[in-house]
């Protein structure tokens, strides 16, 4: 295959910004995106609430300032504050350029752009197209894509880079369709692949395929991962199945209530009440099932989420995605009743070490979006902040590989190496001997971090999960694919997705044993409290010679010192 500039692996919000700018910068030059799933069909097109600007539309006294420190404050202070500068500076251009290019926001009375109040926001600044602003954007994004002659390898699954010592020459993919394992020489990679929440498995909001699959290649090829036992718990999962109801359903009024019919979260953030933080949020809300004040059923311990006094009219307008899915997964129609909710792990903080520019530390390879550790949100997000970054960082880093591709000279993968990638394959699918299923080691997985990995951590527990996760990986090595076909053998995808789960999994939880305080998502019942002077930092795992090496990096402080962090 002719060597591209930029192949860019993943068709999300990250991945198709950074397409559409790298061919705006550079329209000559030779463009591959490649996704497993069609790009709107990617994670991004599940988010519902919307994404945060300053535009001032709905609070005429709101700031990017302001919105700066939100979200340090919201990191608990472990977001590197150049990188946030640059996040909320960008968001009021970026919001507009998509209304340009055709994104349908939602409207105030007065027809300017709508915003709506988020958790840990001083000002309702959140904007969004009803409860489907991912899926808008998303399709705005592929049209432009289209239009601009990105070429699109759809369905096709990345399984490794191609490194030639501190520089890589591309990357290695099967195509789903036919199986067969192809080589794409390129000038720069971009990983865009979004998130590894689904490790958690059905406690978790995230698409079946959010695997974490870029980070664990470029995790294989030596480039260090950041802050990866930073997990963020979304406190309103629905409680069967972890799918997500949008914080937009609290920012238009909705109440959190336990069993004896409290409005319980004047306990824990007496001022912010439902829109707290979501690390403050869930643990609140796991403290009250905790403490026996949650409601039980046979499908687990949840409270309740109540929109009905918000009306029929508002319900059906502004959040009709959550009355569908409450009525479709849980039965519950919230006009009438209160939905069943629970913690649901939902976002990856940590992911693949970049500067504020996309660039890792490896030649010609860059990351951006929910894959990629900037770090613009520290130790916990805030939420319509994810969108945000996919969309300045995607731009970001579509804009500094097309300048630099130039300086790399056009590479090349050797027929060898293809058929290392081939035979690996290969070995998987002859099944002999004592074998084991990735199904139940899939669900073992999600169990042992929702109950030791999860929200409330302490060392005991940690050492049990990575126990767990060890034997996990050493049972791991006897699981085989049992459908031979070469056609969409989803068997052998979601085989390559779990190795991927356990290999990121055990980063997690020997990062969340070693850090020993509580900041952000990471509580340690034994180190309940923030300890700046030995953890006020970033840390790093990078795989030498098959072993995790721990490391760290400094944060990069501005204008905000350290403070303790109330609502
Ligand atoms: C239910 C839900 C609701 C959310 N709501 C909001 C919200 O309201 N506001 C907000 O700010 N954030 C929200 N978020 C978070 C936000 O949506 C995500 O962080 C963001 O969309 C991630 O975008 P991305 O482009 O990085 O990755 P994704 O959109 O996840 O895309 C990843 C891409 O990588 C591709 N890929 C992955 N692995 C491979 C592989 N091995 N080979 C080839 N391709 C691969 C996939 O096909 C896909 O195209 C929400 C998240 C969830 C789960």
Redesign the pocket.
């Given at each position: 295959m002719k060597p591209f500039d930029i192949v860019i692996?993943?068709?999300?919000?990250?991945?198709?910004?950074a397409a559409m700018e790298a061919m705006k910068t550079n329209p000559a030059l030779n463009i591959a995106?490649?996704?497993?799933?069609?790009?709107n069909?990617?994670?991004?097109?599940?988010?519902?609430?919307?994404?945060?600007a300053a535009l001032g539309n709905k609070a005429k006294d709101d700031t990017i300032e302001m919105h700066i420190f939100d979200t340090i404050k919201g990191s608990d202070y472990l977001a590197d504050q150049d990188a946030v500068e640059v996040l909320c500076s960008e968001a009021p251009k970026i919001i507009r350029e998509l209304e340009n290019i055709g994104t349908p926001w939602s409207r105030l009375d007065d027809n300017t752009i709508a915003q709506r109040p988020?958790g840990g926001a001083g000002r309702p600044r959140?904007c969004?197209c009803a409860?489907k602003?991912?899926h808008t954007i998303?399709q705005t994004l592929y049209e432009q894509c289209l239009r601009k002659g990105v070429l699109f390898f759809n369905e096709?699954?990345?399984?490794n880079l191609s490194v030639n010592g501190s520089r890589s020459r591309g990357l290695i993919?099967m195509n789903m369709k036919t199986g067969k394992v192809e080589a794409f020489p390129a000038k720069t990679v971009i990983f865009?692949?979004?998130?590894y929440?689904k490790m958690y498995w059905n406690r978790?909001?995230?698409?079946a395929?959010?695997?974490?699959?870029?980070q664990a290649?470029a995790f294989r090829a030596g480039i260090p991962m950041k802050d990866m036992e930073f997990v963020q718990f979304?406190p309103t999962g629905l409680r069967k199945s972890g799918?997500?109801v949008?914080?937009?359903a609290r920012g238009e009024g909705g109440y959190l209530i336990n069993k004896d019919g409290e409005r319980f979260m004047a306990r824990y953030a007496k001022e912010k009440m439902e829109l707290g933080p979501r690390d403050l949020v869930s643990r609140s809300i796991e403290t009250e099932i905790l403490e026996g004040r949650g409601f039980n059923s046979p499908a687990g311990k949840y409270i309740h989420l109540d929109l009905r006094h918000l009306g029929a009219d508002l319900i059906k307008s502004r959040l009709p995605q959550i009355r569908e899915m409450s009525l479709n997964f849980e039965g519950v129609d919230p006009i009438e009743e209160p939905i069943p909710v629970r913690p649901t792990a939902?976002?990856?903080m940590g992911g693949i070490d970049t500067d504020n520019f996309g660039r890792t530390v490896m030649d010609g390879v860059y990351a951006?979006?929910?894959?990629?550790c900037v770090s613009v949100h520290g130790a916990n997000?805030l939420?319509?902040?994810?969108?945000?970054?996919?969309l300045v960082f995607?731009r970001i880093v579509g804009h500094t590989a097309a300048e630099e591709a130039g300086k790399f000279s056009p590479a090349t993968i050797s027929e060898a190496e293809l058929k290392e990638s081939v035979d690996e394959l290969r070995n998987r699918m002859q099944p002999s001997g004592h074998y084991e299923r990735y199904g139940a080691l899939r669900e073992e997985l999600g169990q042992t971090l929702a109950l030791n990995v999860g929200i409330f951590r302490e060392s005991s527990l940690l050492h049990k999960g990575i126990q767990d996760i060890a034997e996990l990986k050493e049972r791991f090595k006897k699981v085989r694919v049992f459908d031979s076909s070469d056609v969409f053998n989803t068997n052998l995808m979601q085989v390559?997705?779990l190795q991927?789960m356990l290999e990121l999994a055990e980063t997690v939880a020997v990062g969340a044993l070693a850090r020993e305080e509580s900041r952000g998502s990471h509580t340690r019942i034994d180190f309940p409290v923030r300890d700046d002077e030995k953890w006020h930092k970033h840390t790093l795992a990078t795989l030498v010679d098959g072993k995790v090496l721990p490391g760290e990096k400094p944060v990069t402080m501005g204008r905000y010192e350290l403070q303790e962090r109330t609502y």
């Open positions: 692996v993943g068709g999300g919000g990250a991945g198709l910004y995106v490649l996704s497993k799933v069609y790009p069909r990617s994670h991004t097109s599940a988010a519902q609430g919307g994404a945060n988020f959140c969004y409860d602003t991912g998303l096709y699954f990345a399984l993919a865009a692949t979004g998130g929440a978790s909001s995230n698409a395929g959010n695997s974490g699959d870029g290649i979304h799918l997500l949008t914080e937009g939902h976002y990856s951006a979006g929910e894959c990629a997000r939420g319509g902040n994810s969108l945000l970054d996919i995607g390559l997705e991927n």
